[in-house]
């Protein structure tokens, strides 16, 4: 299958580079640590430390998934994938690419909290990982749009998170409402409606994603 040539293509690439790999865990690394200095020894709520949670996952996915497009534009190979393949084709390989990079981020990002903030506690994991699960794939999909549109643009760096904040506002803001929930020891039945939210975003984000590629990837 063309897709999974293409995530091919793009993770020998990212083996080679480790461009956003880096990126991604100097990032992650200098972020945790600053927040782990300026606390100190002072208690901080559990819902503060859940919040900092998606907050340090927000500004990773802004530092490391931007270049999904950017890369073929810099190294002149946007023409020849148009020719040789379908659109929905490059957004599904690209897609791919970015959910794998997601979730691997988040994941380290995640046992980094457990692991070194005492008043990170879940009580509920169901909820966690349901609200974790959806949250990524949101994340990868609205950042994977996001790339596409500002591949062509002469400010890239800037426009970026500019364009995101406002696209993955009400998804962070639903993660941090079931992480709350999570902390509470809430059920999944108990958040069914956030999570019925972030379900129907992924729907809305993919659906948006495969009918308006083709217009910004030829434009």
């Known amino acids: 299958m063309k897709e999974l040539a293409l995530f091919k293509k793009d993770w020998q690439s990212e083996l080679r580079t480790r461009y956003a790999v880096n990126a991604l865990a100097m990032f992650i690394l200098v972020t945790i640590s600053v927040i782990l ?3 100190g020894s002072e208690n901080i709520s559990e819902y503060l ?3 900092l949670l998606w907050v340090v996952i927000f500004f990773s996915a802004m530092s490391g998934l931007s270049r999904a497009f950017v890369s073929e534009e810099e190294r002149g190979t946007t023409l020849t994938l148009q020719l040789i393949a379908k659109p929905s084709t490059v957004f599904t390989g690209k897609l791919l690419f970015n959910i ?3 979730f691997l981020m988040n994941i380290a990002i995640t ?3 457990l692991l070194l903030f005492d008043s990170f506690i879940i009580r509920d994991y169901s909820t966690f990982f349901a609200a974790f699960i959806l949250g990524n794939f949101g994340i990868a999909i609205s950042s994977t749009l996001i ?3 500002i591949s062509k643009a002469s400010t890239k760096g800037t426009l970026y998170p500019v364009l995101s904040f406002p696209i993955l506002l009400p998804l962070i803001l ?3 409402e079931l992480t709350k929930f999570a902390i509470d020891g809430q059920s999944l039945s108990d958040s069914f409606t956030e ?3 972030l379900f129907c975003y992924d729907m809305i984000m993919i659906s948006a994603g495969y ?3 083709d217009f910004i990837w030829k434009d």
Do not use: D, K
């Open 37 to 39: 200095f300026s606390v």
């Open 49 to 51: 430390t859940g919040g």
């Open 100 to 102: 794998l990079l997601v």
């Open 111 to 113: 046992i980094l909290f």
């Open 147 to 149: 790339a596409a549109i």
């Open 174 to 176: 639903t993660l941090l």
């Open 195 to 197: 999570l019925a939210v």
């Open 211 to 213: 009918m308006l590629f």
